[in-house]
């Protein structure tokens, strides 16, 4: 199931809220009578979640490799005792 | 597209630095407020990540130079975390209608973890640049720089290609957990 190049960026568009009215009326006429069209707006919009997810993703482990690193190095020992006093 | 990953790392560079100095100059004062409402460092250091997470996708990574207005966005989003989260946790405890939608909430978040495990393996490269694209809001020149592409049209095309990637794999996984559920 491949979709045109148009229709994917005709389908970002909508899904940034880029549409003028009359586009959006038309798209989503299109949507209600072509099930093809409306499942691949769907998966467009999963495919953007799932590529937010793995960005997050991405930046949490960035953040956990900074955490490790100020309470486990001896360059940051005064930042680590001085956060760890908190829970003492 | 090209293969050296390392092409991405001057912006995880930049981030790591930038990380380092927002965690030594809030994390303690984030730290002190879950601590003093009985949190430990684990939860804290949970919700101070997500706090910064989200600074970043509403405005991008801070000023290095300015920590002012990151740190009052991100003590405030603390705060509300923090109490939403137990907010919820009591609700959740008295609600038994919730448990229907809340098992449709957990499918679904399994459902698409298992398509991103699923296309970390198919297509480490493709989302690479659709994160750089959609999430870290780059702009394409910039991403062709990185990735190796020979211009800005390349990149887009690229980018199209790649989305469209993404898109088969949820069709194709869609299918196969559509004869799974049967």
Redesign the interface.
Known sequence: ???S?ND??RIEAYLKGELTHLQQAKLQTRMACESDFY??VE??K???????????????A??????Q??FTTSK?SR?RQ???R??S | MNNNRTAYAPQ?VI??EL??TL??EL??AV??FI?RRGG??EE??DIF?DA??HY?ERFGMPDMGDIIKPQAYIMGSVKNMWHKKYKQASKYSKDQNRDSDLEEEIYEEVN??R??HF??KAGQKC?AL??AF???QRPLDEIATEFGFSGKRSATVQK?KC??K???S??EK?LSYADFME
């Open positions: 199931m491949q979709t190049w994917q960026i499942e691949q998966h467009q999963k495919s953007l979640r799932i590529i937010r997810n793995h960005g997050r993703q991405e930046l949490k960035e953040l956990e490799q900074v955490h690193k100020l940051y930042f001085r956060v760890l908190l829970f | 995880k981030r790591h990380w380092l965690y030594q994390f303690p730290a002190g601590s430990d460092m804290a250091k990540q910064l997470i970043f698409e973890k398509l991103l296309l970390h989302l659709l994160s959609y999430y870290h199209h989305l469209s993404v898109k088969q949820i069709h869609s």
